[in-house]
């Protein structure tokens, strides 16, 4: 929107005091003789009443002036008034203040005690360090020592293996008897335990009484039993296993029996 002639002159006097504050003082000067002059020759065809009348009416603007200016009374309780709020506001200020300064330190205390615990901590996790890093070497060596033993066991059983495969065949079983084995194995290999043991003892032992033959009968029967599980097993077994059997076989309390 274009400017007024009023609001570029507004203008144009706000530049001119910035810039060139003389010129302005001067056209200051110039505007107020000239409205100086021009109010005595407006005055100066005023009856003696009109005069009157403007001086009742600058009065009345006077006291109306006066009438609504406040009191000095009325200034005191103003800032009776205004004083009081400023105290109220300062101490609820400074309560507040004193409310907040005690929550902080409050919280700070908190903090402190957080921090001591997590420092009491920290040293003691520092303490633990060294004993740690011993159990860790202790466990190095106790595994490389399993390890060692696992290597010595799996040679020892591969030679062991390598023994058993060369002597199966010689392996030799204690007997109680030396003419009962090749007879029964010989003679009555078809027939079962018991018939085995009866005939045997019938051949042998014939002359013998019932209760002493019965006894003798239990015994050789357990016997052969023993024998032919022994064998089946042995059959069956792995090396370790008939390494361990053969030792058993071979051992001293076995020969005693």
């Known amino acids: 929107m274009p400017m007024s002639a009023a609001e570029r002159q507004r203008q144009y006097r706000e530049k001119l005091k910035i810039s060139?504050?003389?010129?302005?003082?001067?056209?200051?000067?110039?505007?107020?003789?000239?409205?100086?002059?021009?109010?005595?020759?407006?005055?100066?065809?005023?009856?003696?009443?009109?005069?009157?009348?403007?001086?009742?009416?600058?009065?009345?603007?006077?006291?109306?002036?006066?009438?609504?200016?406040?009191?000095?009374?009325?200034?005191?309780?103003?800032?009776?008034?205004?004083?009081?709020?400023?105290?109220t506001d300062l101490k609820t200020i400074h309560n507040l203040q004193r409310r907040i300064e005690?929550?902080?330190?409050?919280?700070?205390?908190?903090?402190?005690?957080k921090i001591k615990t997590i420092v009491n901590r920290f040293l003691n996790l520092q303490k633990k360090?060294?004993?740690?890093?011993?159990?860790?070497?202790?466990?190095?060596?106790?595994?490389?020592?399993?390890?060692?033993?696992?290597?010595?066991?799996?040679?020892?059983?591969?030679?062991?293996?390598?023994?058993?495969?060369?002597?199966v065949d010689n392996?030799?079983?204690?007997?109680?008897?030396?003419?009962?084995?090749p007879n029964l194995i010989s003679q009555t290999a078809a027939l079962t335990p018991i018939k085995r043991v009866?005939?045997?003892i019938n051949t042998v032992i014939p002359n013998i009484e019932t209760p002493k033959k019965e006894k003798i009968k239990k015994k050789l029967i357990e016997h052969d039993l023993l024998k032919e599980s022994f064998k089946c097993e042995y059959k069956n077994s792995s090396?370790?296993?008939?390494?361990i059997l053969k030792r058993?076989?071979?051992?001293?309390?076995?020969?005693k029996i």
Do not use: G
Request: contains cysteine.
């Open 102 to 113: 005690y929550k902080f330190k409050k919280e700070n205390i908190q903090l402190r005690r």
């Open 171 to 181: 392996i030799k079983i204690s007997e109680p008897d030396e003419v009962y084995v």
């Open 239 to 243: 090396n370790t296993e008939k390494n």
């Open 20 to 87: 060139n504050s003389e010129k302005f003082k001067e056209q200051k000067k110039r505007n107020c003789e000239r409205t100086l002059r021009q109010y005595r020759a407006k005055t100066a065809n005023y009856s003696e009443e009109q005069k009157e009348q403007l001086r009742q009416k600058w009065r009345e603007n006077r006291n109306k002036e006066k009438e609504s200016m406040p009191s000095t009374s009325q200034m005191v309780t103003q800032s009776s008034k205004e004083n009081t709020k400023n105290f």
């Open 129 to 167: 360090v060294p004993k740690q890093h011993k159990n860790i070497d202790s466990m190095k060596k106790m595994h490389e020592t399993l390890i060692m033993k696992l290597e010595d066991n799996r040679t020892a059983d591969a030679k062991n293996s390598k023994d058993t495969k060369n002597n």
């Open 198 to 200: 009866s005939e045997y």
């Open 248 to 255: 058993i076989v071979n051992s001293d309390v076995v020969k």
